[in-house]
């Protein structure tokens, strides 16, 4: 658990790392390249650990130097796949299409549903249904199996974000061209589509969500990528900044491009935010926070991933503000954690919430994290109580937040995390 003991004001400038939601794509995609890459910027977080484990029974090696990862999937073999490890960790997804490439079958547990809400994959799978590969349900798994057929297809990807990247890895070899309608455009799907290319495909983006992929004959290893910084990472971090800071913090590697829409409701709500080139933001205190509305969206809208950070803000805001959460329909549970510390919600639906402020967090509240995102929102709320936080099951922030608590410590935040 992390105990937040006592508010201090925050200041100093702080280094994005590596997405998290591009770094586990592309690691399987990594797989595809099926020789040696060299990944920079590879954020050292739970999710890419856990996931860099269960590669090891898929005959990968590699090894840290920092944050560049040297990856190795010469000799790939998928007869040590443990099913229980899979079951960990939603993004063994992504060794669906690479390994159906190369072994032409596979038996997947299905990624329930998680505390966000129901996390379907008939996206994925219909997709890979149209390029000839057949599935069997199983009560806890799916088992594909089969061979890609050479024709030209068009495939829906619904916008999902990891349906879009697994259809992608599951084409660029495919013989014929693959029109994927209703793509996912999320900056983390972008870096994945770098770094296909990078390795040979041939990839085209159209301006509506349609993304063509052209058949190339092989892919080549031996190249260096780097893994783009995270910006939902970024956003959590300009919360903090309005927030908790003296004056202002610095954002380094913010992604201003990719939070055009985020950024607009910050300063739409009374935050000041000040680009000082090279990509980096300087984020001030906001002392008078106005009540705003914000519905989540695919991008370039409203990011699902931070809508709770952003609703701690909106505790600290006049008047009435409006949280609509498009995607998934538990993602609100956070709020009640927020009621626990005296926020002031009225839930109108799974969906849809209204948070009244302005209200001063109670401290001395042990408050838990739902999910990741959720999790870095309850610090922040820890961050503005005026006495001690608790936040449990922290293990969430963990799979995405690079060394949270010790870059909160060196902004001089007072928190530490207590072994549970
Ligand atoms: C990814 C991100 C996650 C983010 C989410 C939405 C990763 C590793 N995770 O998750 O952080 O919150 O995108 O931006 O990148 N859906 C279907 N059928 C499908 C797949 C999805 O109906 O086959 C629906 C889901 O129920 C949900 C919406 O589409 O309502 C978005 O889901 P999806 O984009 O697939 O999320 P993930 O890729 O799991």
Redesign the pocket.
Known sequence: MFKINWWKPLSGSVKISGSK?AA?PILGAALLVNGKVTLHGMPKIGDVMTFLEIMKDVWVQYTFEWNTLHFDASDLKKDNLDIEKLKKI??SIFLLAPLLHFFGSISMPLPGGCVIG???????INGLKRIGYSATMKEESIELDGSVEAWDRTINA??????TENLLVANVLRKGTTTIELA?I?P?VMNLIDFLRAAGANIKIRYNHTIIVEWVDSLSDGFEFTVVPDYIQSGTYMVIAALASEEYLDIENARIEDLYVYIEKLKEAGVKVEDLWNDTLRVFKANELNAVKVQTNVFPGF???LQSPFGVLMTQAEWTNKLHEV??ENRLNFLFELEKMRANVAMLNPHEALIFGKKQLKWGVTVTSWDLRAGAAMVIAGLIAEGATTVTNVEYIHRGYEDFVETLKSLGADIEEITE
């Open positions: 939601n586990l939603r993004a129901k996390r379907p994959v008939d996206d994925h619904g916008f999902s974000v990891s349906g996912a999320e983390h990011p699902t991933d995607m998934f």
